[in-house]
């Protein structure tokens, strides 16, 4: 078969050619990335919400339960489909022995994540050049709502990393269909995998779409999006079949529940969200569709580009909810439009992007620095007591490898900004490099006091001394779906909503509530075993009950 493929990506757009040093700016790349992607990966227990029912299914999985259904808090849960679940229970299995169980499965996180910033980058060489791919991945990286939410134990980054192959497949379909197709198709699985129905109809919606374009209309655009369907489908098959075998009851209800509806009305949501979670990619991209707006809908760049941006929004905005780590994929389109602008940009708009992004990180990292040293030392006075306010439980120590780390990180920070040329590329180079620094100080000198503040470890290890020997089953009332998971995590407990129970059949009852009690006690026949909360938890209060009759 005789394909029509196109090798004009780059015609008449002025892409720069490649330059001298490309290896060596690669490797800084690489070196760049990989300090990004291990900071902050072990070191710190669950955190809800978003890690909180992970580790919960990670360990039913490694206490030999099924992986077809997610089971979650001795509960089955469907909200996203086993691949995630499965890949951090082999990491989890596989360092476990050197790490604890949570920061060994976390560790995948990081390799989703190298996946997706290899396809960013891919997609941005295919599209602008030779050079470009590092600029994509800098832009991406450096974005300022991806760092948080790119270091945790969820399934999200996952379904990030199947958005960024099929978009790199899509990317790549015009001019080397075979090749697209089973990245297409293996992004397809992949985000389906990963987090369900909602991508792949936004990913399947954009291929589609791209179809009124006469630059689509094309015999290998055709084929590779076929092959990459089909390939798709046995991505399905590995898990809905097994699924419909085990469990059709749930297969049925997951097919037909409000996860997959259309009827929320988030779309302003995302938007305003992307004000601030995109920088820089945000305002690059804008700049990049004023620029080449004559040509914006002839060329194939921009057309896929913008339909995959305009989908996500509409689709996002009608299908998830409310949760800045949804926001992610954006990202993607943004970043790559973001690329095409950075040589374009007016000197005095480059030099005020990279001015302003030396300001915002080499505050972040005087705060920091700032914060960690009124705790080491206790002054400022005013400054220390409030920190400890934040974080009760946290016991200052001074870490040598911490500290080395950090200053290390400080001072390359430094030497980048105070050395480098000024120039449109190094305004981009100097975003990644800042938020690479002020994430790894905050994971350095930071993380045991974010941990204290943020873990439910301390109070569930004094629950667990107050707990009887035997005990039938917890029940609980008021209790998040976050906290009974990591009820579960930790305690080995698989506890049981009360709302749920057609009768009182647990002999431990566990209570929620808040500074002004909802509930009220089960009854004189139950005894206050415990009573506590995470020592700076203003709201959460937990109350242990044992039924002992008269």
Request: hydrophobic share 50%.
């Amino acid at each position: 078969m005789a394909f029509e493929v196109e090798h004009d990506w780059q015609a008449s757009l002025a892409t720069p050619r490649p330059r001298v040093g490309e290896r060596a700016k690669t490797n800084l790349l690489l070196l760049l990335c990989t300090l990004w992607i291990c900071l902050g990966l072990v070191g710190h227990h669950p955190w809800k919400p978003d890690e909180a029912q992970s580790i919960s299914a990670v360990k039913h999985i490694l206490d030999g339960g099924g992986w077809t259904v997610p089971v979650i808090a001795g509960e089955p849960n469907l909200t996203h489909p086993p691949l995630y679940y499965l890949t951090a229970a082999g990491s989890a299995a596989l360092f476990s022995p050197w790490l604890e169980m949570h920061d060994a499965a976390r560790l995948v996180t990081g390799l989703w994540m190298a996946l997706t910033l290899l396809m960013v980058g891919m997609t941005g060489r295919e599209m602008w050049g030779v050079g470009e791919g590092r600029q994509t991945a800098f832009i991406f990286l450096g974005s300022i709502g991806l760092v948080y939410s790119a270091h945790l134990l969820t399934p999200e980054v996952a379904g990030l990393a199947g958005y960024a192959m099929t978009f790199h497949g899509l990317a790549l379909a015009r001019r080397r269909p075979w090749r697209a197709a089973p990245l297409i198709g293996s992004g397809f699985g992949i985000a389906f995998l990963g987090t369900g129905l909602l991508p792949v109809t936004i990913l399947l919606l954009t291929a589609l779409l791209l179809l009124l374009f006469p630059n689509w209309r094309r015999t290998s655009y055709l084929a590779s999006l076929g092959t990459g369907l089909v390939i798709a489908l046995a991505w399905f098959a590995a898990w809905l079949i097994p699924l419909w075998q085990q469990a059709p009851e749930l297969l049925h209800a997951w097919l037909h529940t409000g996860n997959h509806a259309l009827d929320n009305d988030n779309l302003m949501y995302f938007v305003k969200t992307l004000t601030w979670f995109a920088w820089p990619a945000l305002p690059l991209a804008a700049w990049s569709l004023w620029h080449f707006r004559r040509h914006l809908w002839q060329r194939p760049q921009f057309q896929l580009c913008v339909m995959l941006l305009l989908v996500m929004l509409l689709m996002l905005g009608l299908g998830a909810k409310s949760r800045d780590i949804l926001a992610m994929p954006l990202l993607l389109p943004l970043a790559v439009m973001g690329a095409a602008a950075v040589e374009e940009l007016r000197r005095g708009a480059a030099s005020a992007l990279d001015w302003f992004g030396i300001m915002l990180f080499g505050t972040l990292a005087f705060l920091v620095w700032l914060g960690w040293f009124a705790m080491m030392t206790g002054f400022p006075p005013k400054l220390a007591e409030r920190m400890h306010e934040l974080s009760q439980a946290y016991v200052p120590q001074f870490g040598w490898l911490a500290f080395l780390a950090a200053l290390a990180l400080t001072l390359t920070w430094l030497f980048v900004v105070l050395k480098a040329k000024r120039s449109n590329r190094a305004a981009v180079t100097d975003w990644a490099v800042g938020i690479t620094m002020a994430w790894g100080l905050l994971m350095t000198l930071w993380l045991p006091w974010l941990d204290a503040a943020k873990g439910y470890h301390l109070m569930f290890a004094d629950m667990a001394k107050h707990l009887p020997a035997e005990y039938s089953c917890v029940a609980t009332r008021g209790v998040g779906s976050h906290q009974r998971a990591l009820l579960h995590y930790y305690l080995d407990i698989r506890s049981r909503p009360y709302a749920a129970m057609q009768r009182q059949e647990c002999d431990l009852y566990l209570l929620q509530d808040e500074r002004r009690p909802k509930f009220d006690r089960p009854g004189p026949e139950w005894q206050l075993l415990w009573q506590g909360h995470r020592p700076s938890d203003r709201h959460e209060r937990f109350h242990l009950y044992r039924h002992a009759p008269a």
